[in-house]
């Protein structure tokens, strides 16, 4: 998908589905700024980010990425999560404000964790423990001008 947005200048997210700080998300939290519920918006968006590593189709190092996009037409899904929103529209490339992506000692973590992400959803404890080792790896920023560079290395 990031291969697709640096070639076309485009990319429409998996049914529409994004994540973000909502007013739902702000309900949840009793506490909390705009940077952490930010921070939990983005620790969502990696697992999803895993679930999507875990569907397969490409030859790159397994690495979960999060873009930050200004989208003007999200829309609030708590029928779903807390954070999640949906995009009636494509990401054009010149929205993205940022990237998170892995870095290349997360990769051992994020491919077990890729394996077991669904076992995780359905309690087993081990896999929720794997699930969290790679949840654990901060992800690096990136500017969008380095993506292309970015998708070279990888």
Not at 88 to 110: G, H, L, Q
């Amino acid at each position: 998908m990031l291969q697709s947005l640096v070639a076309d200048g485009t990319l429409r997210a998996v049914n529409g589905t994004a994540f973000a700080v909502t007013p739902t998300l702000r309900e949840s939290y009793a506490e909390g700024d705009d940077d952490e519920l930010a921070e939990v918006a983005l620790r969502d968006a990696a697992l999803a980010s895993m679930r999507l590593l875990a569907d397969g189709g490409s030859e790159l190092a397994p690495r979960r990425v999060v873009l930050v996009v200004r989208a003007e037409d999200a829309k609030p899904r708590p029928d779903l999560d807390d954070a999640v929103v949906r995009l009636s529209s494509p990401v054009a490339f010149a929205d993205v404000v940022a990237a998170y992506v892995d870095n290349a000692d997360a990769e051992a973590a994020v491919l077990t964790a890729v394996e077991v992400v669904d076992a995780a959803d359905l309690g087993d404890e081990d896999a929720e423990l794997a699930v969290g080792d790679a949840q654990d790896h901060d992800l690096a920023w990136y500017a969008p001008q380095e993506l292309p560079f970015l998708l070279d290395l990888l």
